[in-house]
């Protein structure tokens, strides 16, 4: 177990830990006291922070918020193996929903609300302190911060980018000049994707300036390359581009498959219905240890007036069914991801959410910790 300032990690605290896997560690929860203290400090860039510290402890004092910095935030990692933390889990327009009046959006609390961030994965090499995105959201600012506490690192070493809808992609705008102003971050993009970046401003103002770097990808390409030049030390870690069917007005679309030297990940977070690819998706499941997988809509009752046969993602019932006859180790593998505001998987209490955990899947939530 990580040392981390200068003190070994107590048992107790992984105790304190809900377990749903025996391949997962969870923080960010308020079940325990550590896991309240991790969410509260996890918002210090959200200036939610303000809020939720005033009412719990009166006025911030700075040795309040030193108390807050030593509810560590690493303690769960492992010191040395690769992995990959969920950053986010909503659907591009996060939750709560600008405009949304109803209960899924409107009774939220603050700090319910700062955990619904836009669709995102950090993956963390400890052994290279090396760390990546994967998606440049809206909640970038917040996600970099948060993915800092894992990878002792201000920023990320690259952006690997699935496709061109916003919020998979308009975090972006961070690294301009306005914001950082970023020196050459390597930003993986397809073919199309590239073009878009390259010849649409303001995006293409981040390519000319040179905050961005775009290299290019292809699908099914491995791409060891950025994980090669880190430090000096070869790296186990190789990301490969899927492409998948989706609405692809703007740019093609992949998925990833991330690998590390003992396990690895599937990352989809937008496709269509799973007939509608040539990959068999069951297949797949069985070469990965985890499937982080498009879940934007519960079921056909979640946007009255459409018609939900219309809407191009595999609802969740649609995955469990196609699913359910798969052997437990395999569905075990299965987090569900990119929520739409309205998908009571979001609400970690609903009935939909124990149906799906009693089922052996998994709902991805920011936090997880996925060892490679
Ligand atoms: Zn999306
Ligand atoms: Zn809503
Ligand atoms: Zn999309």
Same mark, same amino acid.
């Given at each position: 177990?990580?040392?981390?300032?200068?003190?070994?990690?107590?048992?107790?605290?992984?105790?304190?830990?809900?377990?749903?896997?025996? +391949?997962?560690? #969870? &923080?960010?929860?308020?079940?325990? =006291?550590? $896991?309240?203290?991790?969410?509260?400090?996890?918002?210090?860039?959200? $200036?939610?922070?303000?809020?939720?510290? $005033?009412?719990?402890?009166?006025?911030?004092?700075?040795?309040?918020?030193?108390?807050?910095?030593?509810?560590?935030?690493?303690? =769960?990692?492992?010191?040395? +193996?690769?992995?990959?933390?969920?950053?986010?889990?909503?659907?591009?327009?996060?939750?709560?929903?600008?405009?949304?009046?109803?209960?899924?959006?409107?009774?939220? &609390?603050?700090?319910?609300?700062?955990?619904?961030?836009? %669709?995102?994965?950090?993956?963390?090499?400890?052994? =290279?302190?090396?760390?990546?995105?994967?998606?440049?959201?809206?909640?970038?600012? =917040?996600?970099?911060?948060?993915?800092?506490?894992?990878?002792?690192?201000?920023?990320?070493? @690259?952006?690997?980018?699935?496709?061109?809808?916003?919020?998979?992609?308009?975090?972006?705008?961070?690294? @301009?000049?306005?914001?950082?102003? +970023?020196?050459?971050?390597?930003?993986?993009?397809?073919?199309?994707?590239?073009?878009?970046?390259?010849?649409?401003?303001?995006?293409?103002?981040?390519?000319?300036?040179?905050?961005?770097?775009?290299?290019?990808?292809?699908?099914?390409?491995?791409?060891?390359?950025?994980?090669?030049?880190?430090?000096?030390?070869?790296?186990?870690?190789?990301?490969?581009?899927? *492409?998948?069917?989706?609405?692809?007005?703007?740019?093609?679309?992949?998925?990833?498959?991330?690998?590390?030297?003992?396990?690895?990940?599937?990352?989809?977070?937008?496709?269509?219905?799973?007939?509608?690819?040539?990959?068999?998706?069951?297949?797949?499941?069985?070469?990965?240890?985890?499937?982080?997988?498009?879940?934007?809509?519960?079921?056909?009752?979640?946007?009255? $007036?459409?018609?939900?046969?219309?809407?191009?993602?595999?609802?969740?019932?649609?995955?469990?069914? /196609?699913?359910?006859?798969?052997?437990?180790?395999?569905?075990?593998?299965?987090?569900?991801?990119?929520?739409?505001?309205?998908?009571?998987?979001?609400?970690?209490?609903?009935? *939909?959410?124990?149906? %799906? /955990?009693?089922?052996?899947?998994?709902?991805? #939530?920011? @936090?997880?910790?996925?060892?490679?």
């Amino acid at each position: 177990m990580r040392r981390v300032r200068g003190k070994s990690v107590p048992d107790v605290l992984a105790k304190a830990r809900p377990k749903k896997s025996n +391949a997962i560690t #969870r &923080d960010g929860h308020l079940e325990s =006291s550590l $896991g309240h203290m991790e969410e509260i400090f996890a918002k210090l860039s959200l $200036g939610i922070y303000v809020l939720t510290f $005033g009412v719990m402890f009166g006025c911030g004092t700075a040795d309040q918020e030193t108390t807050v910095q030593k509810a560590e935030l690493r303690m =769960s990692v492992p010191a040395n +193996a690769p992995h990959l933390v969920v950053l986010g889990n909503a659907q591009d327009a996060g939750s709560p929903q600008l405009g949304c009046t109803k209960a899924c959006c409107s009774g939220l &609390d603050a700090l319910e609300a700062a955990k619904r961030q836009v %669709v995102c994965l950090g993956l963390v090499d400890p052994a =290279s302190g090396r760390s990546w995105l994967f998606e440049a959201t809206p909640d970038l600012t =917040s996600q970099v911060e948060f993915l800092s506490q894992y990878s002792n690192q201000t920023l990320p070493n @690259g952006i690997f980018l699935t496709h061109a809808h916003i919020g998979h992609y308009a975090g972006l705008m961070y690294l @301009g000049k306005e914001v950082l102003g +970023a020196n050459e971050m390597p930003v993986y993009a397809m073919p199309r994707m590239q073009e878009f970046l390259t010849n649409n401003g303001p995006w293409s103002q981040l390519v000319t300036n040179k905050n961005i770097e775009i290299r290019p990808i292809l699908s099914e390409s491995i791409s060891k390359l950025p994980l090669r030049q880190a430090q000096g030390r070869l790296s186990n870690l190789k990301v490969t581009p899927l *492409q998948v069917p989706h609405r692809d007005e703007f740019s093609e679309t992949v998925g990833y498959r991330i690998e590390g030297p003992n396990k690895s990940a599937l990352f989809i977070p937008d496709i269509d219905k799973w007939e509608r690819w040539e990959t068999d998706i069951s297949e797949l499941l069985s070469t990965v240890d985890y499937a982080l997988l498009d879940a934007t809509f519960y079921d056909g009752n979640e946007l009255p $007036g459409r018609d939900m046969a219309q809407i191009p993602h595999p609802f969740v019932v649609e995955s469990m069914s /196609l699913f359910q006859d798969l052997p437990d180790s395999i569905r075990s593998r299965v987090y569900f991801i990119h929520f739409n505001h309205t998908n009571p998987l979001l609400n970690e209490a609903s009935d *939909q959410t124990k149906a %799906v /955990l009693d089922a052996g899947y998994n709902i991805a #939530r920011r @936090g997880d910790i996925l060892e490679l």
